[in-house]
């Protein structure tokens, strides 16, 4: 019979497994705990890191006021206007017929009432044919403002001198009530908005100076805080902040076009002048 010698068991220590299993513990906690202070840290004032957006001051969208065919769109994408200039003009043939038709109503009930006046002078009128006369006027002189109104709408003139953005329809086009037209904006005023960090409304003011660099001209413009919103967002704990450009016309450079965008600088009060070298705002 053979005997079987006992042989001791061997235990296989994992080292070679456990510093890497370790090394890559501590990798990712150190990972972990940079992500949570790059989250954590503020971002600095002065540093030019917050973008902003250029929006005119004074921009609409014409929508038409009548249902009618378009007879001439004098303006096109890019085109600057004067206040007063023509942006649109109706076929209005009907409505001028009708204002020709309620001001000879009107020219005829005044007619009818001079009569009733003058036997009512002789009486030979009943006062409620007088009074009938006298009310048949001033339906005709309503009648005839309505169309006057109408024939009015019959051309839309600018607003305010500017620039238009966009147009929606062409020459010749029939349009309804309501329909989008084009839109314009005013290029002679523009702000600027940004979003900055909510506790920096312990010192960030209306009236507060900015600057802009803006990517599509590349050039400084200084600026001053307007407005402020009413309300922060309590995720990101931040808050949108209006600026007004002080000089958003360029002779000899590129004009600036809503919907520009750049870098904003606020240096924050305790900032040295020696410390920061602040840019010239372009004329």
Known sequence: MTRFMHRPRVQYLDSPRRPLRQTLLAIAAICVCANALAQSAPTLPGTGGNRAQLVAVRHAVIASELTANISSLPVREGQPFRKGDTLVSYDCSLNRARLERATQAEAAARQKLAVADQLDTLGSISQADLVQARAAVSVARAETGVEQVMVRRCTITAPYAGRVGETYVRAAEHVTEGKELLSIYDDSAFELETIV???????????????????????????????????????????????????????????????MSGSVRIDPPSA????????KPTS
């Open 272 to 279: 040295k002048a020696s410390a920061l070298t602040p840019l």
């Open 197 to 259: 960090p909510s506790r920096w409304m312990a010192w960030l003011k209306p009236g507060y100076p900015m600057q802009i660099t803006i990517d599509e001209t590349g050039r400084h413009y200084a600026a001053r805080v307007v407005r402020i919103a009413g309300t922060v967002d309590p995720v990101s704990q931040s808050v949108k902040v209006i600026g007004r450009l002080s000089h958003p016309r360029n002779g000899d450079g590129a004009p600036l076009l809503p919907g």
